[in-house]
T-cell receptor, first 111, second 114 residues
Framework: QKEVEQNSGPLSVPEGAIASLNCTYS??????FFWYRQYSGKSPELIMS??SNGDKEDGRFTAQLNKASQYVSLLIRDSQPSDSATYLC???????????WGAGTKLIIKP | DAGVTQSPTHLIKTRGQHVTLRCSPI?????VSWYQQVLGQGPQFIFQYYEKEERGRGNFPDRFSARQFPNYSSELNVNALLLGDSALYLC?????????????FGDGTRLSIL
């Protein structure tokens, strides 16, 4: 069964520091990788998508992909209290049309 | 531009009843996916529709059904409601029907079963 694993947390990071969120996946055929942010009681919001090995930067966010290790990460620089949320990793399902979702990592930024 | 819209936002039902949830995708998006999310878990895939055809179905009982209309809006129907159906139901749209496209979510429908 195809799986996406995330540490459930909570991950506590001081304000202004770098938050590092990690995700591993089981399907070597996966081609597309997405990070979503979900505030409590709200719906997921797309933050980043990454399709190639290496780093992709967007503002304070950097996604990193290593297909050989089946590992994708999200770095948040200069963390702000407003970054406190659950971060969901989603991975394309290889041969089918589904996204496979992790359970999310709860991030807490402490002022 | 309007994002994904879902209705209703909240719904309270009792066991045994049925419910219809509605979703309008982002303009130009042809694919709609439905998810169920309970507290502390990631979204669980229920259905995907693309161009009015069912593209995928998750591990949910036959009490769950859906359809997509010519204008690409979609309905999720749940019959014979159980207490365990209480959850946030999310609709997401994407341009095409493959999983390499990013999905954009509506605000969800929070369903409570009494």
């Amino acid at each position: 069964q195809k799986e996406v694993e995330q540490n459930s947390g909570p991950l506590s990071v001081p304000e202004g520091a770098i938050a590092s969120l990690n995700c591993t996946y089981s399907d070597r055929g996966s081609q597309s990788f997405f990070w979503y942010r979900q505030y409590s009681g709200k719906s997921p919001e797309l933050i980043m998508s990454i399709y190639s090995n290496g780093d992709k930067e967007d503002g304070r966010f950097t996604a990193q992909l290593n297909k050989a290790s089946q590992y994708v990460s999200l770095l948040i620089r200069d963390s702000q209290p407003s970054d406190s949320a659950t971060y969901l990793c989603a991975v394309s399902g290889g041969s089918n049309y589904q996204l496979i979702w992790g359970a999310g990592t709860k991030l807490i930024i402490k002022p | 531009d309007a994002g994904v819209t879902q209705s209703p936002t909240h719904l309270i039902k009792t066991r045994g009843q049925h419910v219809t949830l509605r979703c309008s995708p982002i303009s130009g998006h042809k694919s709609v996916s439905w998810y169920q999310q309970v507290l502390g878990q990631g979204p669980q895939f229920i259905f995907q529709y693309y161009e009015k055809e069912e593209r995928g179905r998750g591990n949910f009982p036959d009490r769950f059904s859906a359809r997509q209309f010519p204008n690409y809006s979609s309905e999720l129907n749940v019959n014979a409601l159980l207490l365990g159906d209480s959850a946030l139901y999310l609709c997401a749209s994407s341009l095409q029907g493959d999983s390499n496209q990013p999905q954009h979510f509506g605000d969800g429908t929070r369903l409570s079963i009494l």
